[in-house]
């Protein structure tokens, strides 16, 4: 039997044992030494004039972001309900509200109309929103144009869950770019990964600043342990950003793998009428992190469910679209604007293996189960 095939695993064929030899050779594998320093200086030709601090993780950097917008208990946040849970955990960890938001068709993401009725609809309650946060999914930047509009109308600011989209940009300007902050994930599946751990952009130096201050348990730069804030242990470790390092340099190549993977499965399932993609405007460019596929059932005999349980007998993963957060239990009981539009892109939407390194013989052996299921529509004896 040949080895599973995975979603999106990550490729370390680069200088990542190199980085990590010489970190373990040094006395700095937790904190200390270059590597944290080149890594973050790394992204400088990506995302000049902006900047970043490397942190643990994706969620801290959100956490971080919120605490420098000053999110405060008994505020509103509004966020993109087309999610993982990551991008709202960190609104209620603060002890705020999260205001969730339906996404359009075309990008899958934060819909410019609800945001503006959900934004009116909160301030005549006497609540105007602290912030906006949009996710670009799947490596698919939002709507920037209109969403900033807005966010410029209200004077409200927008934290871009980019967590995604490294690499991914939207007439000419990088993801993570967009909002006062923007977060990236270096978690394990992202399209590089450290192992665990994500990134706080801004180009506002102070606040970053004042992040990275409070990422490493607020200590004031004295010689002995003074702090005036409580802080969070929140800091990437050295480890991971040497992984980072190599990984960084080798994102051109991932990206346009992974796009070759994505235009594959487009022209190899063409034919399928059920089956469609998320189509990449010509002022967008898409790191294609994930192939999404949506299946509309009423032109096939099979739904997602059909296709992931025959993927998973052949050792294949796929995996469903985020669960709108709006329909989670967890967050049940917060407001939600829009209509089912994201609720619709979730039910006929499935994830197909997308690794940078996966192979066109992988890639095949998940078409052929496809076409399987997709050929008992014109046998229905079978
Ligand atoms: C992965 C991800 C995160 C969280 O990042 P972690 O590094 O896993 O904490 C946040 N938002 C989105 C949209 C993600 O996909």
Known sequence: MSNPILLSSPLLEGNEKKYVEEVLQSPYIAAGGTFLDRFEKAFTPLLDPHKLI???????????????????????????????????????????????????????????????????????????????????????????????????????????????????????????????????????????????????????????????????????KVHYFEHHAVGYNYRMGTIPAAIGLAQLETLDQKISQRRAVFANYQKMLDDFSEISFLAEPAYVFSNRWLTAIQIDSQKAEYNREDLRIALEKEQIESRYLWKPLHLQMVFKDFPYYGTD??????????????????????QLHVVKVIAALHQKKASPNV
Not at 107 to 126: S, V, Y
Not at 348 to 361: D, I, N, Q, V, W
């Open 54 to 220: 490397a942190l643990n993780s994706g969620t801290s950097a959100i956490h971080l972001a919120l605490i420098l917008l000053n999110v405060k208990e008994g505020d509103e946040v509004i966020c993109q309900s087309f999610t993982f849970c990551a991008s709202a955990n960190p609104i209620v960890y603060l002890g705020a509200k999260p205001i969730f938001v339906d996404s359009e068709e075309d990008t899958w993401n934060m819909c410019p109309i609800a945001l503006e009725e959900a934004i009116i609809d909160r301030m005549k309650f006497g609540k105007k929103p602290r912030a906006i946060i949009i996710v670009d999914l799947f490596g698919v930047p939002a709507k920037y144009d209109e969403l900033c509009a807005l966010s410029m109308k209200y004077e409200i600011p927008i934290l871009e869950d980019a967590a995604e989209s490294l690499g991914s940009s939207y007439k000419g300007k990088a993801c993570g770019t967009f909002g006062e902050f923007g977060v990236f994930s270096f978690n394990g599946n992202k399209i590089i990964s450290t192992g665990g751990g994500g990134a706080l952009v801004s180009k506002n130096l102070d606040l970053l600043e004042k992040g990275r201050y409070l990422s490493t348990q607020a200590r004031e």
């Open 341 to 362: 539009i994201a609720e619709k892109i979730y039910d006929k939407g499935l994830c197909l293996p997308s690794s940078s390194h996966l192979t066109m013989e992988d």
